[in-house]
């Protein structure tokens, strides 16, 4: 009886202390695919345990466009969300409008500073302050495949150049399969056309073209070979893509529809929600031409200056949560991506995975660690906005001559 009431007194005293710093926290994500809402749920438990409310403000939309539109009217009518998903230079934008929250000291506290690349840790800071908090690390130059669609047309593994590629979907596609599963949206073209440029032209022509935006390397006869290129996929697609979600050409190449997609690892998050088993039911491999180059895309999120103290303690319990090793873990086991907190073992993550870990640290030291422009890793949004349409003016008009589409994408490059 008095162990019992005991109990209860403490258990009391717990929920009164949780409840003094409660605070809720709204997280602007674009999160909303099988693997993704996952992924995000596993954020949510988190700071839930933590006595937090979470308010999601899920908006739908592969790559964030979407989201990103959203998020600018509630900051202008001055009702900004606690944290929201904002990534590579983008960071420094909203920082420049004096908007987002200052995290140093979570970020002392938990010593981000050593347990970050720096590469990653100079982007999450503004001004020599920590204004956002690293996720992940997907990698984008992946080409994902089913491995029966491939037996049944006689294709005998996954393609490492674009011969070997072009000869495998058209086994796919005598073989009466759809040889590349495409979603036809913006984000996803460009998606597709980096791979494109990093297979063909190697890691310092898509420095060159798509970071430094050097008109001679957008003018040049790689950049020729590579729109050529990316227009002969699209003729592996089939007519139903425009419009399509990603995660849709997903499950198309889980349900044997189609054999090949082209998208970043975010794709293995939804495989495995769906149950599915890598190198038994679907293959990863690197795009073709790029095995040695990784396109990083690091998810982050970046926290908007709140008044209420318990709304900031919620943020800073947010931030110092996503780098724990924990969250680190069970968050990029389900979202496909990897740990971008250093020094993670990596003994339950699948081989995929592993081939990304180990990639992402021998690029840095090659040369062929890249940023991904279609995820605005590369440059502004203003410029990487402008280049994305001229990508998928060009894909979807076939008429458009590779000589017009360099030209537009030059001019793109040069936005201010
Ligand atoms: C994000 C991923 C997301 C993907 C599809 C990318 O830009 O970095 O986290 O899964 O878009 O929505």
């Known amino acids: 009886m008095l162990k019992l009431s005991s109990l209860a007194a403490a258990a009391a005293i717990a929920v009164a202390s ?23 749920g596993e954020l949510k438990k988190i700071m839930q345990s933590k006595g937090h409310t979470w308010k999601d403000f899920a908006v739908a939309g592969g790559g964030g466009d979407a989201a990103m539109t959203v998020l600018k009217s509630r900051v202008v009518s001055g009702n900004p969300p606690a944290a929201a998903q904002i990534k590579g230079p983008a960071i420094q934008e909203w920082a420049a ?60 593994g996954m393609p ?59 003018g040049s006869d790689t950049m020729k070979k590579s729109f050529e290129t990316f227009r002969r996929i699209k003729s592996y697609t089939d007519p139903a893509s425009p419009g399509r979600d990603w995660n849709l050409a997903t499950a198309m190449v889980m349900q044997g529809k189609a054999g090949f997609q082209f998208m970043g690892d975010w794709a293995k998050g939804d495989f495995i929600a769906a149950g599915k088993v890598p190198g038994k039911d679907f293959l990863c491999a690197a795009a073709p031409g790029t095995a040695n180059a990784f396109t990083f895309n690091v998810d982050s999120f970046a926290m908007f200056k709140l008044k209420s103290n318990d709304a900031q303690k919620a943020q800073n319990d947010l931030a110092a949560a996503i780098m724990g090793p924990e969250f680190q873990e069970v968050f990029n086991l389900n979202k496909g991506s990897i740990p971008v ?14 081939m990304s870990a180990k990639d992402f640290v021998e690029t840095a030291k090659t040369g062929g660690l890249v ?45 201010k």
């Open 18 to 40: 949780v409840a003094v710093h409660a605070g809720e926290v709204e997280v602007l994500h674009w999160w909303t695919s099988g693997g993704e809402a996952k992924s995000a």
């Open 97 to 156: 409008e004096g908007v987002l929250a200052n995290l140093d000291s979570v970020a002392k506290a938990e010593k981000w500073d050593s347990l970050l690349p720096k590469v990653v840790a100079d982007v999450m800071k503004y001004k020599g302050n920590y204004v956002a908090v690293p996720v992940n690390v997907h990698r984008v130059n992946w080409v994902w495949a089913n491995p029966d669609v491939l037996k049944k047309a006689g294709v005998a």
């Open 160 to 218: 490492k150049n674009y011969d070997e590629f072009f000869a495998a979907a058209d086994k796919i596609k005598a073989a009466g399969l759809i040889p590349v599963a495409h979603g036809g949206q913006n984000w996803q073209d460009f998606t597709t056309l980096e791979s494109v440029v990093l297979g063909v032209g190697g890691a310092k022509f898509y420095t060159d073209a798509f970071v430094k935006l050097d008109a001679k390397a957008l």
């Open 371 to 415: 940023p991904s422009i279609a995820h605005g890793m590369a440059v502004r949004p203003a410029i990487s906005g402008a280049m994305q349409d001229v990508a998928s003016q060009f894909w979807n008009d076939d008429k458009m001559t590779v000589a017009d589409a360099m030209k537009k994408m030059t001019a793109a490059a040069a936005t």
């Open 341 to 354: 907190r250093l020094g993670m073992k990596m003994d339950k993550f699948d081989d995929c995975a592993k």
